[in-house]
Nanobody
């Protein structure tokens, strides 16, 4: 499966962004999906994950309550709605796919990765 992330940009603190990750290739609905991010000088970290059916989700503590992950299997797309953005949310955001019913929070278990989209939050 090929993944294409989009929707990043420059936003002021307190603003919102909605990231999209469009999948092509093998059946999107076979895959659990995750969003990860990597800030300069830091390791890649999980942001949010969603299971194959969309019925189960996970949010990392730093984004919990401000972020919603969702998927539209008919459109082969997973979304990440981010609200109340903070400067510490600045990072390159990656979407990833794992051939699994349930999501993983460990990035090493995801087989396919998108190219990343830059999110910059100014104070």
């Amino acid at each position: 499966v090929q993944l294409q992330a989009s929707g990043g940009g420059l936003v002021q603190a307190g603003g919102s962004l909605k990231l999209s990750c469009a999948a092509s290739g093998r059946a999107f609905s076979w895959y659990a999906m995750g969003w990860f991010r990597q800030a300069p000088g830091k390791e890649r970290e999980v942001v949010a994950c969603i299971g194959r059916s969309g019925g189960s989700t996970y949010y990392a503590d730093p984004v919990k309550g401000r972020t919603t992950i969702s998927r539209d299997n008919a459109k082969n797309t997973v979304y990440l709605q981010m609200n109340s953005l903070k400067p510490e949310d600045t990072a390159v955001y990656y979407c990833a796919a794992a051939n699994s019913y349930s999501y993983y929070v460990d990035a090493r278990l995801y087989e396919y990765w998108g190219q990343g989209t830059q999110v910059t939050v100014s104070s």
